[in-house]
């Protein structure tokens, strides 16, 4: 379901739903009319702004601080004023802060798009009341409130700011609904200030103990249940997994060609060691082996450093290595 921000919208006010399914590690935020989300969460009828299922923690970690929020929604209220003494068209001085709410909701962060709803929901129904702008400036001083927080949450789950929150918000703030629905445990809904979700969100994770891990594949930081999870998502264990498939194949290339050439020196080295200890020594015969031999050995280097990290690369080196046997049993049959 889209929304335009005319002076058409539908009428009631529009929820933020957060249920987290910590069996399975999930969260879902749903955006839409309070008179339909109950509807749409359990029967799955009806239409909604935003419904998305995420891993646990995503939105904590998604949330970004925008203090533009409150300059940008500046010309609100300004209208209001304008269009009282010019008897003109207050959307045409709202304008401005129009075209950052429509921004705001299209960026897909879920508290983005639940703002500006909110915020266009308040401006519409303040324009036809007594001492509108000051209703209005108060209520999107609330909405707008959680884009001035600008810490991580991390830091929050690891008590550095604990109370932080806390001392954040007002008695107003606070108000939120939990509900209990036949689909989840429990979920909780908010209309005004988005601060309640987060002390929620953040008192859920503290009593089961999850953390923040980085993960090992991706690096990115994800919420688990323990220290010991080191992979964020299906995708990074498949990518991991693939990796260390590699990563043995690369072993073993290396162990082959290790074995390979091991058993040619050993080759070699025996027959130059029984040239130099036999009874009738041929000096000549063995200063060619020698030569030969420490020729063979660069080679074998030079090649083991250009080696293609493939089957065909090993394969190529063991039956070079091996072929070279026969240049020291020419020089042993030799005269
Ligand atoms: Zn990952």
Not at 134 to 158: C, M, R, V, W, Y
Not at 327 to 334: K, L, R, S, T
């Amino acid at each position: 379901m889209n929304y335009n921000f005319t002076e058409r919208e539908e009428l009631g006010r529009t929820v933020f739903l957060l249920s987290l399914d910590k069996q399975n590690m999930t969260e879902r935020i749903i955006i839409g009319k309070k008179s339909k989300i109950r509807c749409y969460f359990q029967e799955g009828i009806g239409e909604v702004y935003y419904d998305q299922s995420s891993p646990i923690g995503t939105f904590l970690q998604n949330f970004k601080a925008n203090l533009a929020w409150q300059i940008k929604t500046t010309s609100l209220l300004d209208s209001y004023e304008r269009s009282v003494l010019l008897e003109n068209d207050r959307i045409y001085y709202a304008k401005p802060s129009i075209d950052f709410l429509q921004d705001q909701y299209k960026s897909n962060e879920p508290a983005a798009i639940f703002v500006s709803i909110r915020t266009w929901e308040e401006y519409l129904k303040c324009a036809d009341l007594i001492r509108g702008n000051a209703l209005f400036k108060n209520i999107s001083n609330t909405l707008h409130q959680p884009f001035l927080i600008d810490i991580s949450f991390g830091d929050i789950l690891e008590k550095k700011h604990s109370q932080f929150l806390f001392e954040q918000i007002t008695e107003q703030e606070l108000t939120a609904e939990l509900w209990y629905l036949k689909n989840s445990s429990e979920c909780i809904l908010v209309y005004n200030s988005l601060l309640p979700i987060f002390l929620y969100y953040i008192n859920e994770i503290k009593d089961q103990s999850f953390t923040f891990n980085n993960c090992k594949a991706c690096t990115k930081s994800f919420l688990s249940k323990n220290l010991h999870i080191e992979l964020c998502s299906d995708e990074c264990r498949k990518n991991q997994a693939a990796q260390q498939k590699i990563e043995f194949k690369e072993r073993t290339k290396d162990d082959k060609i290790t074995i390979a050439y091991d058993a040619a020196y050993y080759y070699w080295y025996n027959r130059v060691r029984k040239l130099k200890n036999s009874k009738n020594i041929n000096p000549n015969k063995l200063i060619h082996a020698r030569t030969a031999f420490e020729s063979f050995r660069k080679e074998a280097a030079a090649m083991k450093k250009s080696i293609n990290p493939d089957d065909e690369g090993t394969e190529k080196f063991c039956v070079w290595v091996i072929a070279q046997n026969q240049i020291i049993d020419q020089i042993m049959e030799a005269d």
